[in-house]
């Protein structure tokens, strides 16, 4: 996907910030160089100017990290946090998690980004609280097993996938890969989700616990089965248990 080649008129446009990207081609393709200087000409930063001469040659989420890490200014995060450009959303993102003290605090931050309507937005929300996460796992169990219970798919993805054992870009949870139990809880209120996006990433969470623990894997499955025939659960545990053999 990473050699799709972009035409130029649109490469500019999303280095210049005006439209944001539409898949993940577009989002690696990005000139984070490019966009902090479109960005410090349109708001009047000279800060992203300056960061934009010494941004490291990495990948780009370490890119993305590092301008968020970069990033203290609060009228600059406001206005990033709300730009059209979701490279610029990701940075502010990361900045905002980043300030903030504790684990509590730290979600409390993304969860407007874990809502928004890009998805590369919504996985750098995840990412972004991912090491408070994996230093205290428990606690963020507690903390979102009311996010698995709310309105908004977006945020009952997020509980599943920023908890999730082994995770994507991710450091794993170690905790988890050597006892999935205490993430029972946020599980069982996902189980009949009817969302396929939710669903997906709680086969997934339950697919990375497979690896380690494939006899609780289906230990709980057979008892959702047991509670639920639903299209939902079905798919739901056909993902789950895609690994074990």
């Known amino acids: 996907m990473a050699n799709i080649k972009i035409p130029p008129t649109k490469l500019k446009q999303l280095n210049q910030g005006v439209i944001e990207t539409a898949n993940l081609n577009e989002w690696l393709k ?4 490019k966009l902090l200087n479109s960005l410090a000409n349109e708001l009047g930063f000279i800060e992203l100017e300056e960061l934009s001469t010494l941004l490291p040659d990495v990948s780009v989420p370490k890119q993305i990290i590092w301008v968020g890490s970069q990033i203290t200014e609060e009228k600059i995060l406001k206005d990033l946090k709300a730009h059209t450009s979701d490279v610029a959303r990701c940075w502010s993102c990361y900045a905002l998690a980043k300030k903030k ?5 730290a979600l409390t931050a993304v969860k407007p980004f874990a809502k928004d309507s890009h998805f590369g937005v919504r996985e750098v929300a995840w990412m972004a609280v991912r090491d408070e ?6 606690e963020s169990i507690e903390l979102l097993n009311s996010w698995a219970k709310d309105k ?3 945020v009952r993805r997020f509980a599943s ?6 995770g994507v870009w991710a450091k794993h949870i170690k905790e988890f890969k050597e006892d999935p139990t205490p993430a029972t809880p946020l599980l069982n209120e996902l189980y009949t989700d009817a969302v396929r996006y939710v669903q997906d990433s709680v086969g997934n969470w339950l697919n990375d616990a497979a690896k380690d ?3 609780w894997v289906t230990t709980l499955v057979t008892k959702w089965r047991k509670k639920s025939n639903s299209k ?8 789950a248990t895609r690994s074990i053999k």
């Open 232 to 239: 939902e659960t079905s798919y739901i545990i056909k993902r």
């Open 152 to 154: 908004d798919a977006n």
């Open 213 to 215: 623990h494939p006899g």
């Open 30 to 33: 990005v000139d984070q160089k």
């Open 101 to 105: 003290r504790t684990l509590k605090s």
């Open 133 to 138: 996460i994996c230093e205290q796992p428990k």
């Open 161 to 166: 996938e920023a908890t999730r054992p082994r």
